[in-house]
């Protein structure tokens, strides 16, 4: 024990190491063995190098000497590719220049020595490996610090010389987009540069393409990888939404995810807590990931309003998923459709003139390019309050389809309408009494007119008012007590009547034998 009391003088190299026995003759027991069981040269000449730098009186416990064995070993193990040696042991055995950030490279650096510890078994070696590794590590941060997009572009290498930990090759890219934008103040230290790639790893694990079963990026990690503008919890839930339905090589710079955000802040308007925010686009909702495909130029309007009013009235909760928001979407493409109906009086100049998909998007079926126009001309007939839902659109739609079926040319009495049905859904006015009952004289002969007719003779409401004024003219006509009215030789046309055979004394004698018979 004296001798190794002796040992400590602060020299260096002035007296011999002390051996495996005298260490365990003063009970400090596993020097010079590795974990293995192995004899262990290199801790022996790290221990016994760094033993004789220390002054007199700084390992004169048997507590401290074997605290300094174990920091030797611990060095020598780490070489050895085992535990690595802590920034305290590091410091105790008088390695300088380490901090908590910087102690992975040096931990990194001793595992890059050679296995038997040769390389850092002594005080000087291992500073040296140390140095170089600290002096990797500043080189490293300088260029990933100074990296604007158009320098020297940080490697992988360059990141493990940081001693920054998850780069690959597949978020090499996307970390370096984010880097390039941020300022040297934000990634010139381990931890920051830390931070960057850990929240951009956390974006592309959560574009896996499957919606809600990743964990969503958080606005802080937004921040830490450039992205602007996300700072309420709404915008972080609706982009975390559109993320989650992506793939990584979607969202794999920050100009893609930008865009996202900004897609995000115009859907939600002000509860995003942005002003100037331009006007919603379909392809801003086809970028988050919504089903846009029934959204038309002609419904963008009713969906800027719609999405406005929820985000008004909810703050923003009731459209900052991917689901609530295509509920939305869907309620307002079917509401613009159905005002697009109810305003058409047939005015193309003042309207929008609905179409096969507006009757569709309404959530009407039957509709399609043989019947449009006959539907579109009763829509144009009927008041907004008779054509504002869709079951109302609906009966107009099946009510002309019925007409248009029973109009084959032969008499089979297939109509069912009344009415009331012609008046409320097809906009035929005159076919009831004057009470708003039927008619049954009228409907009789109305319905045989439209079941003896072809479809082109009835495809237009205009036509059906036609065909119902000369049916109310000649029952008038055989009704007794009502005052007869003119009929020309025309006006029996809509009744199957050639106009050309019916000359002035043959329409007399119709007339005659109408009144006569009743």
């Known amino acids: 024990y004296a001798a190794l009391l002796a040992?400590?003088?602060?020299?260096?190299?002035?007296?011999?190491?002390?051996?495996?026995?005298?260490?365990?003759?003063?009970?400090?027991?596993?020097?010079?063995?590795?974990?293995?069981g192995n004899p262990s040269m290199g801790e022996l000449s790290l221990l016994g190098d760094v033993v004789d730098r220390k002054f007199p009186g700084a390992i004169d416990t048997r507590e401290e000497l074997n605290t300094l064995a174990r920091a030797a070993e611990a060095v020598i193990e780490g070489a050895a590719g085992r535990a690595q040696p802590s920034l305290d042991q590091l410091q105790l055995l008088g390695v300088?220049?380490?901090?908590?950030?910087?102690?992975?490279?040096?931990?990194?650096?001793?595992?890059?020595?050679?296995?038997?510890?040769?390389?850092?078994?002594?005080?000087?070696?291992?500073?040296a490996v140390i140095d170089a590794a600290l002096q990797r590590m500043a080189d490293a941060l300088k260029i990933i610090r100074e990296y604007n997009g158009t320098n020297t572009v940080p490697t992988l290498q360059t990141y493990f010389d940081a001693s920054v930990n998850g780069g690959n090759a597949d978020n090499l890219g996307a970390v370096n987009s984010a880097i390039?934008?941020?300022?040297?103040?934000?990634?010139?230290?381990?931890?920051?540069?830390?931070?960057?790639?850990?929240?951009?790893?956390?974006?592309?694990?959560?574009?896996?393409?499957?919606?809600?079963?990743a964990a969503k990026p958080t606005i802080a990690q937004y921040e830490q990888i450039a992205v602007t503008g996300v700072d309420k919890a709404v915008e972080e839930s609706l982009l975390g939404d559109a993320i989650d339905l992506k793939r990584p090589a979607d969202v794999d710079t920050v100009a893609e995810i930008q865009a996202l955000a900004e897609s995000?802040?115009?859907?939600?308007?002000?509860?995003?807590?942005?002003?100037?925010?331009?006007?919603?686009?379909?392809?801003?909702?086809?970028?988050?990931?919504?089903?846009?495909?029934?959204?038309?130029?002609?419904?963008?309007?009713?969906?800027?309003?719609?999405?406005?009013?929820?985000?008004?009235?909810?703050?923003?909760?009731?459209?900052?998923?991917?689901?609530?928001?295509?509920g939305v979407v869907n309620a307002a493409v079917r509401t613009a459709a159905l005002d697009i109906i109810k305003r058409w009086d047939g005015n193309a100049l003042a309207n929008v003139v609905p179409d096969v998909q507006v009757y569709a998007d309404a959530g009407a079926t039957g509709v399609e390019a043989a019947n449009v126009e006959a539907v579109n001309s009763a829509v144009a007939r009927l008041s907004p309050a008779l054509k504002d839902t869709r079951a109302e659109v609906q009966g107009i739609v099946d009510a002309y389809n019925q007409v248009l079926q029973a109009a084959d040319g032969a008499d089979d009495d297939t109509l069912t309408l009344t009415a009331q049905d012609y008046r409320d859904k097809l906009g035929v006015r005159g076919l009831d009494n004057s009470d708003g009952s039927n008619n049954p004289r009228r409907e009789s002969l109305r319905g045989d007119a439209i079941d003896n007719a072809f479809t082109a003779e009835v495809d237009s409401a205009g036509e059906l008012q036609a065909l119902a004024d000369i049916v109310v003219k000649v029952i008038a006509q055989a009704t007794p007590g009502q005052a007869p009215q003119a009929i020309s030789e025309a006006e029996f046309e809509p009744l199957g009547i050639d106009p050309v055979l019916l000359t002035p004394a043959r329409a007399a004698r119709l007339l005659t034998d109408i009144r006569t018979l009743g």
Do not use: F
């Open 180 to 213: 390039a934008l941020l300022p040297e103040g934000r990634t010139d230290t381990v931890t920051e540069v830390q931070a960057v790639v850990n929240a951009y790893q956390a974006v592309l694990s959560a574009a896996d393409g499957t919606d809600n079963n």
């Open 7 to 36: 040992a400590p003088d602060g020299t260096a190299n002035n007296a011999p190491d002390p051996g495996k026995e005298q260490y365990e003759a003063v009970g400090i027991s596993g020097v010079g063995v590795d974990a293995l």
């Open 264 to 326: 995000a802040a115009v859907v939600l308007g002000p509860a995003s807590g942005q002003t100037g925010l331009r006007p919603l686009q379909k392809a801003d909702l086809e970028a988050l990931g919504v089903d846009a495909t029934r959204v038309r130029d002609i419904y963008l309007p009713y969906v800027r309003s719609e999405l406005g009013e929820t985000s008004g009235t909810t703050g923003g909760t009731g459209i900052d998923t991917l689901g609530e928001l295509q």
């Open 96 to 127: 300088t220049g380490l901090t908590p950030e910087n102690l992975a490279a040096a931990q990194r650096a001793v595992a890059a020595s050679a296995d038997n510890g040769s390389e850092v078994d002594t005080l000087p070696e291992l500073q």
